[in-house]
């Protein structure tokens, strides 16, 4: 299998070449293009037999969406491209069997049969927070191909502390822990500064995070647009 990431940074596209026997998952709607002996199945990957109340664990948890598209060879080689739903950039990030990625539910985009999914309960924080602290687990190794609203960038952290604002979060690794609390002291002033909540993370490990907000891009040109 091989990856290239074409177009960066502001309208990406995965192009994806598989080998006969490989296959990639990926995020329902992702699929721009497909051909040579590329064929698809949705729902799973091939041959899967996950139930489908897990998978209804991952959509209602996660924000994940129900059905994922497996895309895969038999016989000859084929080429997909994939891209998100929102225009911005994407990353890949190469798992290792040392460690998982926590992924925030939205910003998956594919993976390979090597890279299992499932979903790490946040509790309460998405109804204090406003927004989605539900993270899609990924463990196993290969290539995990994630997205961003805007520019990706990341952090690497060794024991140390970073303070993110919650709707920048795109994905961290295993090696780190997070808390959720107020930007500031008090509630009303963490509300008039227009921040809210952010995430506090500690230890070792990398924090991939996007450019832009788009839960406040979607609050900004939302009024704007005429009523349909």
């Given at each position: 299998m091989n990856i290239e990431l074409a177009y960066k940074p502001a309208h990406t596209l995965a192009v994806v070449d598989l080998q006969p026997g490989e296959q990639i998952r990926?995020?329902?709607?992702a699929m721009v293009s497909m051909k040579g002996g590329i064929q698809a199945q949705t729902g799973g990957q091939k041959n899967e037999k996950k139930g489908i109340f897990k998978r209804l664990k991952r959509t209602v948890l996660s924000g994940e969406t129900f059905f994922t598209n497996t895309f895969y060879t038999e016989a000859s080689a084929g080429q997909v491209t994939l891209a998100p739903k929102l225009c911005g950039d994407m990353e890949i990030h190469n798992l290792t069997a040392d460690h998982e990625l926590m992924i925030q539910g939205s910003s998956y985009v594919a993976a390979p049969d090597t890279v299992q999914l499932d979903t790490k309960w946040q509790g309460f924080k998405k109804i204090f927070?406003?927004?989605?602290?539900?993270?899609?687990?990924a463990f196993g190794h290969g290539p995990v191909i994630i997205n961003a609203f805007g520019a990706i960038t990341y952090r690497d952290l060794n024991n140390e502390k970073l303070v993110l604002d919650t709707g920048h979060m795109v994905?961290?690794?295993?090696?780190?822990?997070?808390?959720?609390?107020?930007?500031?002291?008090?509630?009303?002033?963490?509300?008039?500064?227009?921040?809210?909540?952010?995430?506090?993370l500690t230890g070792t490990g990398r924090v991939y995070m996007q450019s832009r907000n788009p839960s406040d891009?979607?609050?900004?040109?939302g009024p704007k647009l005429p009523p349909r």
């Open positions: 990926a995020e329902a709607g927070s406003g927004e989605s602290l539900f993270f899609l687990r994905a961290f690794t295993s090696g780190l822990s997070y808390t959720v609390r107020k930007a500031s002291r008090g509630w009303i002033s963490s509300f008039l500064s227009g921040e809210g909540f952010v995430l506090e891009y979607g609050n900004f040109i």
